[in-house]
């Protein structure tokens, strides 16, 4: 934001040289960037936050200055004379829009003489790096840089009706801006129209065909309020920035609106002569006060580590235009508590710490010393963050690279696989990235589109993980109220091949303490290969809740991101793991007495699974068993017979009371082959 000093002193005297003001300045929160001067004008360019959209006027900061220095603003006064004519009789407003444009006003204008602008005006935008246009242009751009409030003039005889309509652009409507550039609308796209044609896209640019010139005699002045993230969101596609994108982007003080509105027309009246019609149009006259903030003055010596006098709070305060109500409370908690309706321009103050930071800011920084005493209290980390923290370091290790990705998705990303719900994803009402409006309902089709960027800029074989919420389409669709279900998820993409992804999420559940084994089920899902998806539960009495997914993606999806080979993904509930978890070790028995070793070769039905073998194994063996190692699997056709498979495991058998004999292991291996041979048909072979 650059200000001039001269224009400054216009609302507030200025007492400290411009090296203490800008000093003060920084410290109080508007960064220094430079000075320079500029026809004899000292330019100070400071840095205004993105939350202190009041600043990007002069009136703003020097409101800032005038707290600082104990001193009064000193605001324009505005007056002008109305004609007999009424605005309502020149002029209709229609706001079709009120979610991109909450308050519209209008006032008209009539008999001005488009002109050079006075040489005090021309200077004064030139100082500040406007260009001049004529004295009706100039005088919205001297108000707008003078309280942060955009306006605009159109030319009345230019606006078909004599209406006014703010409404949704239309597909594949064109407006031509004053910059002589086409831009294309769309329904998403806040524009000012009339009662055939837009005529400017509303809070960007103003369109040519209704701009001011030598021939324009009447003027419609615009004074609105468009929200910021609808004008982001047209100024980022237009890729069209202006001063008035930026402000409004920042936020306006819509109580400020009229006043902007009045003291334009009083310069227009003042500089090309005309009489204001009697009256405004406004869309939303009333505004309501702030909700007001109850400020414990016991909490400022909390927070800050000082004392500050009450008087000197409400001064602040109160400078700073909140509205100040004096002691609150009746001798309670609340004793000794200030009231504060915060003003309507500061839309950042809404919380009681807020107020502290607004008081310490001004009261400075640098009256805080460095052992002033603020008691803190130590913070944990919640069991989510602590299991999280494990869970990406084992990710980590395994190779896998923390990935971000949107949260809105395009119909190609969502359709593409979806493993947890067919129900029809949720949208958007406007796009929050081109093209994307689906809220995704999986991880892993935007972890493959990162996994296929990656090798399409680089050559890499990206492996990736995210944790990150998915959101579930509500059961009952018909509900127009419904929210998505709004959890958890941890996924995965990578080139290894499935066991080694399935032993990566093993590890996973046994450094989160997850008790119980691993189980899987084949299951079918869009976007995985036919066969090669399945659910994973856990046995132990949760077996039939889904904990993920895990499988092999299917070819033609594969290639469809021109990836090469084989790409593994999983996907799990990072909120059902952290309810699964236990993260305190906890203490187990270990035996004093040796162990024995057994392994053993059975014959089995090739559709047996390992997992399936294991249940029966653990089963047979009771607590005496400590260890199951699977070792490899054999198949010999002409010895076995068809659909036949060796497979040789390793067992481990130990007693926390004494030692087994080997009469206590033949035992129970005896116990585990006749378990085998009748659940599983299997052979033992000797």
């Known amino acids: 934001m650059l200000v001039t000093l001269s224009w400054l002193s216009q609302y507030v005297d200025l007492t400290l040289s411009h090296d203490e003001l800008v000093d003060r300045l920084s410290l109080s929160g508007l960064n220094h960037e430079g ?243 009697s009256g405004v149009i406004d869309t939303a006259e009333g505004i309501a006060d702030r909700d007001p903030i109850i400020l414990r003055l016991s909490q400022l010596s909390r927070v800050l580590g000082i004392e500050i006098e009450s008087e000197t709070v409400q001064r602040i305060l109160s400078g700073l235009g909140c509205r100040v109500d004096g002691s609150h409370g009746d001798g309670g908690a609340e004793s000794n508590s200030l009231q504060c309706v915060p003003p309507t321009w500061r839309h950042d103050l809404t919380r009681e710490v807020d107020l502290i930071e607004e008081v310490a800011r001004i009261h400075g920084y640098d009256q805080i010393p460095e052992d002033a005493p603020i008691p803190v209290a130590p913070s944990s980390k919640r069991p989510f963050d602590a299991a999280m923290s494990r869970l990406r370091g084992v990710l980590t290790s395994a190779g896998l690279s923390e990935a971000m990705t949107p949260s809105v998705v395009t119909k190609k990303l969502d359709v593409s696989l979806s493993p947890w719900t067919d129900r029809p994803a949720m949208q958007t009402r406007t796009a929050m990235l081109e093209g994307s409006r689906r809220l995704r309902r999986s991880l892993i089709p935007s972890l493959l589109q990162s996994r296929a960027a990656n090798w399409a800029s680089a050559s890499l074989h990206a492996d990736l993980f995210e944790i990150a919420h998915v959101y579930l389409p509500p059961e009952n669709s018909d509900d127009a109220e419904a929210l998505p279900a709004e959890n958890y998820h941890v996924g995965m993409v990578m080139g290894e091949d499935f066991f080694a992804a399935k032993g990566t999420i093993e590890t996973v559940l046994g450094r989160l303490g997850i008790r119980g084994k691993l189980r899987v089920e084949t299951v079918e899902r869009d976007g995985f290969a036919a066969g090669g998806c399945v659910a994973m539960t856990l046995d132990g009495g949760q077996s039939n809740e889904v904990i993920g997914y895990l499988g092999i993606l299917d070819e033609s999806l594969v290639r469809s991101w021109k990836l090469p080979g084989t790409v593994v993904a999983a996907e799990l509930s990072a909120d059902r793991l952290v309810e699964l978890s236990h993260l305190v070790p906890q203490q187990q028995a270990v035996s004093a007495f040796p162990s024995v070793l057994r392994d053993l070769n059975l014959v089995l039905p090739e559709a047996v699974r390992w997992d399936a073998l294991a249940g029966v194994i653990r089963s047979a063996a009771d607590e005496r068993l400590t260890d199951l190692a699977y070792q490899e699997t054999y198949r010999n056709e002409k010895q076995d017979g068809p659909e036949r498979k060796r497979v040789l495991f390793s067992m481990e058998l130990q007693s926390l009371t004494g030692t087994l004999s080997g009469t206590d292991a033949d035992g129970i291996v005896e116990n585990i082959v006749t378990a085998c041979e009748k659940q599983l048909s299997a052979v033992l072979m000797r």
């Open 35 to 277: 000075s320079e001067t500029v026809d004899g004008e000292t330019v100070i360019d400071l840095e205004v936050t993105s939350n202190r959209g009041d600043c990007l006027g002069h009136i703003g900061v020097a409101r800032e200055i005038a707290v600082l220095t104990e001193q009064k603003l000193k605001l324009p006064k505005v007056h002008f004379d109305e004609s007999s004519v009424k605005v309502q009789d020149l002029l209709e407003v229609v706001n079709e829009f009120p979610t991109a444009c909450t308050r519209y006003t209008a006032r008209v204008i009539q008999g001005v003489t488009v002109g050079e602008s006075p040489e005090w005006m021309q200077q004064a935008l030139r100082s500040v790096g406007i260009g001049v246009v004529n004295n009706v242009v100039d005088a919205t751009n001297y108000v707008m840089l003078e309280c942060g409030q955009p306006l605009h003039a159109f030319d009345a005889s230019a606006v078909s009706g004599n209406k006014i309509v703010v409404r949704p652009g239309r597909q594949k409507e064109m407006l031509q801006a004053i910059d002589h550039r086409d831009y294309e609308l769309t329904p998403q796209t806040c524009v000012i129209a009339d009662a055939d044609a837009p005529l400017a896209v509303a809070g960007v640019m103003g369109g040519a065909s209704s701009e001011v010139s030598d021939r324009t005699s009447d003027v419609i002045i615009e004074a609105a309020d468009f929200t910021p993230l609808a004008v982001r969101r047209t100024a980022r596609r237009l890729k069209l920035h202006s001063p008035s994108s930026f402000r409004f982007e920042r936020r306006v003080d819509p109580r400020g609106i009229d006043w902007a509105s009045r003291r334009v027309c009083q310069l227009i009246t003042e500089i090309a002569g005309g009489s204001v019609a």
